[in-house]
């Protein structure tokens, strides 16, 4: 790739001071509504926060097949469910299953009339899901329950400010200083950006010092916030089975929240966690969104964005089923958005090489999420075949993804205003500056 020298010219004047200005005082405005709205759910949100980790529905399941182990003996498949009770709606599910599911076990076990609590319980979530019934082996996946009816998850976080252009840009460096970043992304001839704001390999990081804060505020007054996009920890899990990583994911989250809140950026992006193969799906990602609500209760304004993955392992987030399932069970979902990362797409199934794999994509995140909660891009090519769950970033065009794959992504205005971000393998800005002009060119006019 010839590294073209970047020609800084229209960078500035994509967004003008005045218009920037604006946004900033509109972001800010709703922003401060939210948070003036938190104040008041706080109270609600921590008695709430009691309670969640241990639902009454659950606890409910949890007993009857309690007494049922004990009427009826050591039966190992029904200790199975004992330990995964978690994953109640498949338990509860007699009806949808193909004869040998969890949902018959429990049903089986009800030899004895239940209680009417439980019979309850047991509508109730029939109600809500249609969750194949599934066997849960130890180790083993089960999908999260699908809705149903795809109910709109409601309006999400306030919009970005429209200019109906797209903003390219890149991950960059904060060496030396992360109000370094600007200098960066000029370089990257990047229109938008995402950092570490911490070295993102330890869980400690120095406190944000009153001079950092001035400095990347004076540098970075011509850029506009929401097309910076943090990009946070990769030790952070706000889904762990572990109760020492948990508590340090989300003691990082609040920083992480604090910091983009000093620095004046609406927005924190971090991949959403991982059962690493304890709990359920569902108890992970319920968990999740209690991080997030603890998160929110703990900060003001800043905008907690999901990353969709790409279904490696047991990582949460490559079923936009995940992502919905928490977004539901996040209080202020004012406060929370999601990212999409192209790579990630590809692998977990949605083979952006092709139209028909791009419609079902946009189809699939409009009626499981809802385009109001999509903040951001990464915009990476694929090492790995689409659906072979591989996160393996390719520079764009030599991945599996291809240029025509990206043509498709360029110029789709669901993705206008948004910070799109290259993570393809890093050689030079200059490598970058030519990467974002690349698929600047391919956007038609
Ligand atoms: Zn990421
Ligand atoms: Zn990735």
Redesign the pocket.
Known sequence: MAPAKSKRKGRTNIVTKKQEASKNEEIKKDAQKVSKKLIEDKRVNKKNAKTAEKPDKTEVVKKEIEKDNQMEGKEPPRKRIKKNFGSLALDSQPQSNSGKGRGKRVAKSDSEEPSEDVKAVKIEVKEETNAPAKKLKKGEDVPVPRPLKYESLGSGPPPVPFTGRKYMGSHVSAAGGIWNAFDNAKECNSKSFAIFLRNQRQWNAKPLDEETVQKWKEVGKDFAPHLILP?GSYLMNLGSPVPEVLQKSRGMLQDELKRCQRLGIPHY???PGSTTGKITREECCKTIAESINIAHSQTEDVICVL?NMSCQGFTIGGDFHELRLIIEHVKDKSRVGV?L?TCHSHAAGYDLSTEEGFQEFSHDFEKIIGWQFLRGL?INDSKGKPGDHLDRHENIGKGTIGLEGFRRVMNCDRFNDLPLIL?TPWTSNAGYASEVKKLESIIKR
């Open positions: 990009h992006n971090f991949h990353e990212c990362d990464h993570e």
